[in-house]
């Protein structure tokens, strides 16, 4: 295969599913800042953005529906890619623009312009809507988010979050979060749904730590809650992002790999290191990152979130 002139190593699935049905849902959202998030301010800037739901089974089934949720590189082949195989295992995406809508192209070099946070109000909201849709199964709705969308679906599994922000008393049937930014530690982070966290992560990965991740999994464990920390080694930041064969660097792009972050009393995040507040101009952010293809470890997660998906979400 051949990509805007790049070679593709891929193999495709084979015996895929045609979708059903393809519709374009626009979502009331909001952009709190992190401390409005955190304090439950319900003065956050109001927002309108949309989803992409495809459905691959005919009625009269009622599908398993997983949320997409992109990271700071905006929607882009590697997601599709993920919609595709989804699809094609019979599970119904909503694939999450969270940028678009607010005037966004990326946050590759300003992580500023929107909290990772707000993202996961988009997620929930987006969770409200598949649970009234007639051919959604309401308690077959899992979360998936790559990089900066990871922390919306990972930590949406905290019953902190979920009481403050999911639609009655709803939550996801399972959190999966690919190089997920797990260097904040919440107050009572630990208490998660006993719905499944699976958390896949590169060794080599110079944008997001995976340090913070081993971390905060061994805790969730000592917590009771179902959680998996995959790790592959030598493998770098958006492993899965089959169109780049070769190294490409990102000068520019932040990354907080060697920070580390509370939550305070007042909802502010503080370096943990030097108890101060945390800001974009803290010596601990830097620039520089790489990405590279990894196919192992693309495959794999592939295997594993579609077990997941179509064995232990579809017994439940």
């Not at 089934?61 to 929607?75: D, P, Q, R």
């Not at 192209?105 to 312009?113: A, G, H, L, R």
């Amino acid at each position: 295969m051949d990509i805007g002139g790049v070679a593709v190593l891929w193999r495709p699935t084979m015996n895929a599913q045609p979708i059903d049905r393809v519709e374009l849902i626009p979502i009331q959202t909001a952009s709190p800042t992190a401390r409005q998030f955190l304090t439950g301010d319900k003065n956050a800037k109001p927002a309108v953005i949309a989803g992409e739901l495809r459905i691959p089974r005919p009625e009269p089934e009622k599908n398993v529906a997983i949320v997409l949720v992109h990271g700071s590189g905006a929607i882009g082949a590697r997601q599709d890619r993920w919609v595709q195989e989804l699809n094609s295992a019979g599970i119904a995406t909503f694939e999450l623009d969270s940028f678009t809508g607010r005037g966004i192209v990326d946050t590759i070099s300003d992580q500023q312009q929107l909290s990772q946070l707000a993202m996961m109000v988009d997620a929930y909201r987006a969770l409200g809507i598949l649970r009234q849709h007639r051919r959604i199964d309401p308690n077959r709705i899992a979360i998936i988010g790559f990089s900066k969308g990871a922390v919306a679906a990972v930590y949406s599994a905290v019953e902190r979050f979920r009481k403050m922000y999911a639609p009655a008393d709803a939550m996801f049937a399972a959190h999966i979060g690919l190089y997920t930014p797990c260097n904040t530690e919440y107050r009572g982070d630990d208490n998660v749904t006993q719905k499944p966290i699976r958390l896949f992560h590169g060794t080599a990965d110079d944008w997001v730590s995976i340090e913070p991740c081993r971390a905060y999994v061994e805790r969730l464990k000592k917590s009771g809650a179902d959680v998996v920390l995959t790790e592959y080694p030598g493998a770098y930041h958006a492993y899965d992002s089959y169109t780049v064969t070769k190294m490409v660097s990102y000068p520019q792009a932040q990354t907080t790999r060697h920070c580390t972050f509370r939550e305070d009393d007042g909802g502010e995040f503080v370096n943990a290191r030097t108890g101060k507040k945390f800001e974009y101009n803290d010596p601990c952010v830097e620039r520089g990152t790489h990405i590279v293809y990894n196919a192992a470890a693309h495959e794999a997660t592939l295997r594993a979130v579609k077990e997941l998906l179509t064995t232990k979400l579809a017994a439940r």
